[in-house]
DNA sequence: GTCTATAGGCAGATAGAC
DNA sequence: GTCTATCTGCCTATAGAC
């Protein structure tokens, strides 16, 4: 039987993970080195070479546990509200609060630098856009059935192209600091699907 | 009177810039060194020193070709199209030409890469997108005139968005090397702005 | 698990000869 | 303008003590 935890452990090898990822998302994966996050924990780099052997092991883990918390992300979404039209608002707002803290999406950091990149994080960003696309697909087919959303060609390219509207507005707005300049983006592509 | 050549005489900094305008756009601003370009065009690392003392300013230098160029590009659309659709469409051409060279625009490189680069290129990627969006604006309005463009909002508005869906199309296709994905996602972007 | 110490390499940059 | 030589500093990574 497990042992009862009262606090939140929050394990080093974790907020190693908090760090790094603040790092990725403001700065870019060629952007940051192990010093940056040893002096932000106060660590030694040695230590974290424990956790993390390398900056690619780093790198993986990082967007495992992204992606693994954008999946439960939507799947609260799926599971707590049924309108597909409130499912794309609830999309955009998971966007909005990463741009909120000042960041771009981690995988669209990932797909700029993508040719730097090694190989095993190259696949997991694919992965990450591709359970998007399918997620994304799966609420626009919904809607185009109930009659609550209209859009032009098959689901999955729609899909495709909010996807990649979300991220180049995040891309643009974040120079200007400026959330409105996103949100607006963003509400415009998703009008883009009314009824008619 | 100045000497007429009659060859194109590709100066050493010219062919600088060639090289590392392709390193950036594939690669980011921190994805390269002197060194790649150096051994590029086989010679030291010291020599391009001499015609640009730093990084920084040899990423300034990047940005200001990169835009004249673009402004160049948009001002012979003006010139040779008339029909504002039909200038939208070129302008998709332009970034379609960049992607095929399996590059990201410049400029949306350097806006992931922002909050690392040096304060000087900071202000040249924001008057970059300024100028986009300045250029689209007015064809939107020309468009929405002689009644061939139609869409909600201000003129401005519908020009950011444009502008960053293109770039996000761009920022998703390159790692799938897929161009009919970005060509799919921009002709989306463009058919939302059918006349009634 | 965390530390000290250090390896080995590459970064951007400079001095000075040619 | 281009070179050789070199500097200083940072990078990722490892060995081994505690």
Chains 1, 2 share one sequence.
């Not at 669209?108 to 399918?134: C, H, K």
Request: aromatic share 8%.
């Amino acid at each position: 039987m497990a042992v009862t935890q009262t606090q939140a452990p929050t394990s080093t090898a974790q907020r190693i993970l908090d760090v790094a990822e603040q790092l990725v998302q403001s700065r870019g994966y060629n952007g940051f080195s192990y010093a940056d996050i040893a002096g932000e924990l106060a660590i030694t780099k040695a230590s974290l070479h424990y956790h993390f052997a390398s900056k690619a092991e780093l790198g993986e883990a990082l967007i495992e546990r992204y992606s693994a918390r954008f999946t439960e992300a939507l799947e609260r979404i799926d599971s707590t509200i049924p309108a597909a039209r409130a499912k794309l608002d609830a999309y955009v707002g998971l966007y909005t609060d990463v741009l909120r803290g000042e960041r771009m999406c981690l995988c669209g950091m990932l797909a700029a630098e993508y040719q730097t990149l090694p190989q095993p994080m190259r696949g997991s960003v694919i992965r990450f856009f591709d359970g998007n696309v399918a997620w994304l697909a799966s609420v626009l087919a919904d809607g185009q059935s109930d009659g609550t959303l209209s859009f032009d060609g098959a689901p999955n390219d729609a899909a495709q192209t909010i996807l990649s509207s979300l991220q180049g507005a995040m891309l643009v707005a974040r120079p200007y600091g400026d959330l409105a300049r996103f949100q607006a983006a963003a509400a415009r592509t998703l009008a883009s699907l009314k009824t008619p």
